[in-house]
């Protein structure tokens, strides 16, 4: 069984900076992309950030690019997003989730597994 368990959520003034972290099991993490992605009640989940199988390859959202980072450690089946200059507006449940092939992409439909989300709330 595939289980992705996001952390690192939480409350942080604007301009700050958070780290999301999302440990996967069950499946051989380092043959799929990974992505995550935020919602926000109301709001369909939108894309923010994708890698590849070996982290050579990243997309990001355009409202994130530049203050996001997405990167990955197959030796502990992690994969994170660092967030920089945060902004009220990147208040979400931020969602990871793991791509049905080793390709990045941006679409909802390339993944297959997703993680419960965790919160974060940006105060302005």
């Known amino acids: 069984q595939v289980q992705l368990v996001e952390s690192g959520g939480g409350l942080v003034q604007a301009r700050g900076s958070l780290r999301l972290s999302c440990a996967t099991s069950g499946r051989t993490f380092s043959r799929n992309a990974m992505g995550w992605f935020r919602q926000v009640p109301g709001k369909d989940r939108e894309f923010v950030a994708t890698v590849n199988w070996n982290g050579g390859t990243t997309y990001y959202a355009n409202s994130v690019r530049g203050r996001f980072t997405i990167f990955r450690d197959n030796a502990k089946n992690t994969v994170y997003l660092q967030m920089n200059s945060l902004k009220p507006e990147d208040t979400a449940v931020y969602y990871c989730?793991?791509?049905?092939?080793?390709?990045?992409?941006?679409?909802?439909?390339?993944?297959?597994?997703w993680g419960q989300g965790t919160q974060v709330t940006v105060s302005s």
């Open positions: 989730a793991a791509a049905r092939t080793a390709e990045a992409t941006t679409l909802y439909n390339g993944y297959d597994y």
